[in-house]
Structures are given as C-alpha cells and as structure tokens.
C-alpha cells in the first residue's frame, strides 16, 4: 500500500532542506519527504555559491529578502554553532571608487540602519586600507555582520537531521508530474506515485517548470544566469583579508565582481554574470535548445535584454577576455595581476523574470489549493534559507490545519 506523506517538497537545496527541516520540527508526527533529481543535495545554487553569510544591507526595508535574510542569519550562525559548522564572520567592507558612487553608498548605509544593522559604520579611504591593506577606494561602508560558510555542508547536516527526525529524503528522483488527488496530490518521480496533502516546490533552477505541472498561466520565468569565478594563487591571497565589495548598480540585481574569502582558505575572485545557454549550464559550451528556446521566447526576457543590453555585452566581455576581468577587479585593489587569476569554478542563479520584463528583486512564493510554489529565491536564499523554511512552514501547516 502507498505511503501517504503529509507534506512533499521538491528539490533538496537549502531552501528545500531548510523547510523540511522547520515542518519536522515543528510537528514531529508529519510525514515528509524530500525528492531531490541529483545523486546528492546541494549540488546547484547552493552547492555552486561563494559562501557568504549575507547581513542584509542591500534589500528594501520591509521585503521578504530583508525580513529573512535577517532572521536568516540569526537562525544560520545558531544551527552552525549547535552543529560544529565552521564559520567566519570576518567582515566585508564596500567600496566607493569614483564621485559618482558617493549617493549610493549612502543609500546603502541608510538601508542598513532602516534594516536594523547596529555597527555598520561609514569609512574613509585611510580606514579602508585599514580593515584591507590592499584595496584603494575614496569612500565605503564597514559591514561587521558578513560571514563565510560552506552551504554544501550546511545543507549535508541539514539533511542527516532530517532523516534522523523521521523525514524522508530520496536523491535520483526527479519530479516529472503532480496530479491533483482526493487527499491532495499525487506526485510522480522516476515512474513511482508518491501520495501527499500538499506539495511544497524548492526547486531552484526548475521552479517554474514544476509550478506549471499545477498552474495553468504562469507569469513568471525562471531566467539562467552564470557567475564565473577566479581563485587567487595561493601567493598573493594576502592581498584579500576578508569581503570586498564594490557598490552595486541598483538597476541590476547582481552585486559585481568581488573578493571573497572562503572558509576553506581560498580567496574567490568573481562573479560576473553572463546569460547561461542552459539552466545547469556551468560552462560557455554548454546548451540547451529547450533551456534556450524558453528563455528566448518568453516576452520578458526579450525586455530585459534590450534594456540591459550594454551591461550584457560588458558581462560577456569580461567572460570571454581574462584582462577585462582583471582590470574590473583592480578598481577595487591595484596590485591584482592577471596572472594572480587562476580559473575556478561557476554557479548559475536562478533569476525569475515577470512577463512585462521585470527581474523580481524580492522572493516571491505563491499557493493555492494543495501546492505552495517558491518562485524566486536567488541571493541571499542560502543565508535566509532557514527563515525561509519557517515563513513557509507556517503556510504549510496552516494549510494541513496541523498546529
């Protein structure tokens, strides 16, 4: 006889992982299983990331990406300590180059304070070099919050705790339907029925695709964009002590190419961020007619592109020239060589775009009937994942009536 779950999450990322983990928690009687298509978790957006343990100095005061990255990192550093994860928080400072970055980094300072960060503080160019020896810049912002973390091992924990708690989580088993069903839904992966009352989509890079097994018209599209990284050699990682930021473009949701000091000791160099050819596609040469052809079709990525058509271009450059790159990483220290560069790996995010060309800067999770769908959730889903997994938690066990 079929087991019959309470709750199915589809995906086993963090997100996915996190929200298990918060409905077991919280009820340790629920049946919950978590199907993930890969051999192992955490192997896409959260395996593929640069580690940071975000404070939430970018997001618009009041929107689910400030109100979770918050709690999110809170709920971060106490599950790592609890769990004997290493972390870092070494501190970032986000440097101003030019005149004309001055207003912006002020509404990033002022964003800070809106968004409850006490110890950020505004820093002059002596004490810039002060915190980085090595970095020039005329103004910047020093954000004590910022951490580092591995989230692949976050996420390993994660789901040991889960299947010692009772939950399920099943690795090679992709999702390929989900039906509507007496007692909720029935969900089909690798040719076997799986029965729940409800489904939660975590689904990353395929959130849309799995949300449209159960919408009819969906507005959103998930758009694939690569982060290609460098690795300072192992030589010159003294001239990187912790983060280094430059100030974003507001109009853009990506924050640059940056140094990041990794918790394995490694300083990354990156990332730009170039249209991916394929959803899973870490490399240039890798392409997805499907992939392609569902990005290109769809009426708002065609809007996007226009209107970033410049930025684009400059990304690919910078992709595909080793100097541009490097010159785009001296802005922010001088010293840095290209030959200091040695190539790493990549991550693709996931960026959902509306259909009138909009790219969501904030999460955006949708339900209805027995399915609760989490559309957008790019940086900082990995710092917020666990208060991303309470907030949709409490949706879920309001929906199976479960206190």
């Known amino acids: 006889m079929e087991k019959q779950y309470d709750c199915i999450i589809v995906g086993g990322g963090i997100v996915g992982l996190a929200t298990a983990l918060n409905l077991i928690e919280a009820n340790s009687s629920l049946k919950v299983l978590v199907l993930e298509k890969e051999n192992e978790v955490a192997l896409h957006q959260t395996g593929n990331n640069s580690g940071v343990i975000h404070s939430g100095i970018y997001y618009k005061p009041g929107s689910l990406k400030a109100l979770n990255c918050i709690r999110g990192y809170e709920l971060m550093l106490k599950f790592a300590r609890e769990n004997a994860i290493p972390f870092d928080l070494c ?8 005149e004309a970055e001055l207003p912006l980094l002020e509404n990033l300072y ?46 390993r924990v994660m789901c040991r705790i889960i299947r010692e708690k009772g939950g399920e989580v099943f690795t090679n088993h992709k999702v390929t339907d989900i039906r509507k069903a007496s007692r909720g839904a029935e969900v089909e992966a690798e040719g076997k029925i799986f029965p729940t009352k409800l489904v939660i ?9 799995i949300a449209s097994l159960t919408e009819e018209k969906l507005d959103v ?9 460098y690795e300072l050699r192992e030589d010159r ?9 430059p100030v974003p473009d507001p109009n853009f949701p990506f924050l640059g190419v940056h140094f990041t000091r990794m918790i394995s000791g490694g300083v990354e160099a990156g990332p730009n961020a170039v249209f991916a050819f394929k959803r899973e596609g870490y490399k240039m040469s890798q392409v997805s007619l499907k992939d392609l052809w569902g990005s290109l079709s769809w009426p708002g990525f065609r809007k996007v592109a226009v209107k970033y058509y410049k930025t684009g271009i400059g990304e690919y450059y910078r992709s595909f020239f080793k100097s541009a790159f490097t010159k785009a990483l001296q802005k922010l220290v001088p010293e840095i060589r290209e030959e200091d560069l040695v190539p790493a790996g990549a991550g693709v995010r996931a960026q959902a775009c509306d259909r009138i060309g909009g790219l969501l800067d904030d999460f955006k999770i949708m339900e209805k009937d027995f399915v609760i769908n989490v559309l957008n959730a790019p940086s900082p889903a990995a710092t917020s994942s666990l208060a991303i997994g309470e ?13």
């Not at 020039?136 to 004590?144: C, E, F, R, S, Y």
């Not at 990682?237 to 930021?245: A, D, E």
């Open 91 to 98: 501190g970032k400072v986000i440097v101003a180059t030019s």
């Open 110 to 155: 002022q964003r800070g304070v809106e968004n409850g960060l006490g110890g950020i503080r505004k820093i002059t160019a002596a004490e810039i070099r002060e915190y980085e020896p090595h970095c020039t810049g005329i103004q910047g912002l020093h954000v004590p919050h910022t951490g580092i973390i591995d989230y692949g091992e976050v996420s």
């Open 201 to 209: 989509n975590c689904a990353g890079l395929f959130s849309d695709r």
């Open 221 to 229: 599209r998930i758009i694939p964009f690569r982060g290609e990284y």
């Open 237 to 245: 990682r003294h001239l990187v002590k912790g983060l280094i930021y």
């Open 391 to 403: 907030t949709v938690s409490k949706i879920a066990l309001d929906k199976l009536q479960v206190k």
